[in-house]
C-alpha cells in the first residue's frame, strides 16, 4: 500500500553543492533536490543549476564515467520557443563530440566515458542537469566527476 503523501516528501530548499573544484564563474552552485540526505531510501541523485555565462574555466566537466545510468538534461528558458537552448555547447560521449543548442535530455550508460563539456556559447540562461540512477549518495553518484562536496 502507498504511504500518504505529506510534507516530509517535498523538498524545498535544496542542498547547494560545489565540489572539490574552485569557485567555477557563469554558473550557480548546483542544487541538490533529490538525493538519500533528504530521502534516505532514494536510489536516484537529483541536482541542476544555471548556466548564464560561458563557465569558467571551460571546460569545467572533464572526462569521467560513473558506476550508475546517468540523464544530462538541458532545458532552455524561453517561454516563446522552449526548445532552443540560449546557448551552444559540446559535449564529448564515448569518444565522439555532440552539439547541443536545443533543450535536450542524454542517456549515458554506467561505465561510458563522457567530458569534456564545453559551452562555445551563452545566449539566455539556462538549466543544466543531472539525473544519477541507481544511488542517491553524492559520492556514489559523482556528479560531473567530482568528489568532496561542500555545502555553500
Known sequence: MLEPMSQKNLVT?????????????GTTPAMTY?????FPQ????????????IPNPNPHVNPHSHDYDEFV??????????????????FVVNG??????????????KG???????WKQVTRPHLEMSIIAGTGAYLDARPGGYFNPTTV
Not at 565522439?96 to 550508460?109: D, G, H
Open 13 to 25: 530548499k535544496p542542498i547547494r553543492e560545489r565540489s572539490d573544484r574552485p569557485d567555477i564563474r
Open 34 to 38: 533529490i538525493s538519500d540526505l533528504f
Open 42 to 53: 532514494a536510489k536516484i541523485y537529483v541536482r541542476w543549476g544555471w548556466i548564464f555565462d
Open 73 to 90: 538534461i538541458h532545458i532552455g528558458t524561453d517561454p516563446n520557443d522552449p526548445e532552443d537552448l540560449g546557448g551552444e555547447l559540446e
Open 96 to 109: 565522439e563530440p555532440i552539439v547541443i543548442n536545443k533543450t535536450s535530455a542524454l542517456y549515458i550508460q
Open 112 to 118: 561510458i566515458k563522457h567530458g569534456p563539456l564545453m
